[in-house]
């Protein structure tokens, strides 16, 4: 901790949750770097940025909506995420976007072991905690308990699948349909998915 | 070309290179299985010295319970083709 250092929260914990204003300071000092060593512009940066507020979960809600109201779209959706989001107008571009599906069977769970890879510019920005040192050490460890903690419980038949994305995929967690939704239009089964459903942290 | 396909038996590299790479140190010397190809993409370790390498990804497939001693589950990581050496008749 730096000597300057001297407001009075709490640093530990490691949640992600707790070093905003830290991160904040060392996020501004390497972009003014960047910029003065001509890396990058400070419109270029901006254009970064932008790109990942463009995104939203709501764009995931209407992809697996979709993919539940049409058995031909899901299967393209899993077998070609990119060309299946294009279908609904969605950019998802310089990466592979990978879908994956729940079953009664399977449960897939997604984490970046190494840094906060999230199709960003597709969902918006991840959430704090899939960004903290805890759930990245821990998904691929022990995902039952995590899962427990997210209110998660599934049976023990479930086989788990954690999916680290160490490269070029970014995924996007096709949960299962909820009993009770059959009949439902495309914009009520959208707003049955959130975020962690689409990271697999929630059921839907 | 792609040296692996959906099915071989791989074994991540073991060891720490020099530079910097995407082999995540809980994978390092384990076995795994190829299930997936995901294209042809920059190699990031040739990448942050400047130099445009180019190789297959693959989605590799590790126990558990190889990883960690314990656990059922499964977990799938990305893996580029230099990460990555032929594990097959070992066992």
């Keep these: ?204 | 070309m792609a040296r692996f396909t959906v099915g071989s038996a791989v074994r991540a590299r073991p060891g720490d290179p020099d530079g910097h790479t995407r082999v995540p140190r809980y994978v390092r010397g384990h076995r795994g299985e190829v299930v997936g190809l995901h294209g042809d993409w920059k190699l990031p370790d040739a990448a942050v010295r400047g130099t445009l390498v180019t190789e297959p990804v693959y989605a590799v497939r590790f126990r558990a319970a190889d990883l960690w001693g314990h656990g059922g589950h499964d977990v799938i990581v990305e893996l580029w083709e230099s990460y990555l050496e032929e594990a097959a008749g070992e066992r």
């Design chain 1, 1 to 204: 901790m730096s000597g300057d250092h001297h407001h009075g929260h709490d640093h530990g914990g490691g949640d992600g949750g707790h070093h905003d204003a830290n991160i904040a300071a060392r996020v501004r000092e390497l972009e003014a770097q960047l910029v003065g060593a001509g890396q990058i512009t400070e419109a270029e940066l901006e254009a970064i940025l932008l790109e990942g507020w463009s995104g939203s979960p709501a764009h995931g809600a209407a992809i697996v909506a979709r993919a539940w109201a049409d058995p031909g779209f899901r299967d393209r959706l899993l077998a070609d995420g990119n060309a299946a989001a294009g279908e609904l107008g969605l950019e998802a571009e310089g990466y592979l976007l990978k879908a994956v599906a729940n079953t009664a069977d399977v449960h897939n769970l997604i984490v970046c072991t190494l840094c906060s890879c999230y199709p960003t510019n597709l969902l918006g920005p991840s959430p704090g905690w899939y960004k903290s040192f805890a759930y990245r050490a821990r998904a691929v460890r022990e995902p039952r308990a995590v899962l427990a903690e997210f209110g998660v419980e599934l049976p023990d038949s479930t086989q788990i699948t954690v999916w680290d994305s160490t490269a070029e995929a970014r995924y996007l967690v096709v949960p299962a349909r909820p009993d009770g939704s059959d009949g439902l239009p495309e914009a009520s089964l959208a707003a049955l998915v959130t975020r962690n459903g689409l990271i697999g942290t929630a059921l839907c």
